[in-house]
């Protein structure tokens, strides 16, 4: 059994004890323990109560850590499971996971511009 396949049996089994669905995604987020450093990680799947991640170092089970996420802040959780660089989390207290797809910035989309006959250079057309 692969490494993959060891993450994917792992969340399949803890996958009954969820009560909100989780929204699938690509979110870069960063965690760390209390006192220790941001670490990044890639959010693949999130919901009120938790998410799963790919991160690059190994956690404990119950272990107490803190999440950095785009448009919620800060939030505290614990270390469900961990199984081949994937990580479940359990949140402390509820999100809401939509948040996290907004855009950071209020700032409008740039608009694009359309070529007018005084942009054309000679011999293009």
Not at 104 to 124: D, E, H
Request: proline fraction near 6%; charged fraction near 25%.
């Amino acid at each position: 059994m692969s490494g993959a396949d060891a993450g994917g049996d792992e969340e399949e089994r803890f996958a009954h004890l969820r009560a909100a669905p989780r929204d699938s995604m690509f979110l870069l987020a960063s965690i760390r323990r209390a006192g220790g450093a941001e670490v990044p990680i890639k959010v693949r799947n999130l919901s009120q109560g938790g998410m799963m991640a790919e991160c690059a170092i190994s956690f404990s089970r119950e272990e107490a850590i803190l999440i950095e996420l785009r448009g919620i802040g800060e939030v505290s959780g614990r270390v469900a499971w961990t199984a081949g660089g994937k990580i479940g989390v359990a949140f402390d207290r509820e999100i809401d996971p939509k948040l996290a797809r907004k855009p950071v910035t209020g700032n409008p989309q740039p608009q694009l511009v359309k070529a007018s006959k005084s942009m054309w250079r000679p011999g293009l057309r």
